[in-house]
């Protein structure tokens, strides 16, 4: 069984998927929200279709501090929709504090495109909060 991770934006998600032992994590795609969940829910079920998938696990964009901001509410909001379609599978929180930031050295260091950049960063930071969850969770 497969987890899918979400890092949630305003614009932008990302999504990254591990693969069927839950030891490599690779990103999928970033999906342009245009002010609505419903093309993150349909991709959701189409994955859901395509892979044996157990748990999905959302980034939570806390503050530097660890407190909740208005981002941080409307993650809280789309975890609750998460949570109420897929009440079969385990939904999952994960602090992502510093994914962007890291998805942003590693593609400076990589050279890509500042074009490029836009639609990468938010795969590369659903990577990272997935391995950070992998790992955490590690038995």
Do not use: W
Request: glycine share 4%; charged share 30%.
């Amino acid at each position: 069984m497969r987890i899918l991770g979400i890092d949630y934006g305003e614009a932008r998600v990302g999504l990254a998927i591990t693969d069927a032992l839950n030891i490599t994590v690779q990103g999928l795609e970033t999906i342009e929200r245009n002010n609505s969940d419903k093309v993150i829910l349909k991709k959701i079920d189409e994955l859901l279709k395509e892979y044996e998938i157990s748990t999905i696990v959302v980034g939570m964009p806390y503050t530097l501090k660890g407190t909740k901001s208005e981002r941080t509410e409307k993650t809280e909001q789309f975890v609750h929709k998460l949570k109420c379609k897929y009440n079969k599978l385990k939904i999952e929180i994960m602090d992502e504090r510093l994914t962007t930031v890291e998805a942003h050295k590693t593609m400076n260091f990589l050279n890509i495109d500042k074009k490029k950049k836009k639609n990468l960063v938010d795969t590369i930071s659903a990577v990272y909060i997935l391995e950070a969850y992998v790992n955490l969770n590690k038995k």
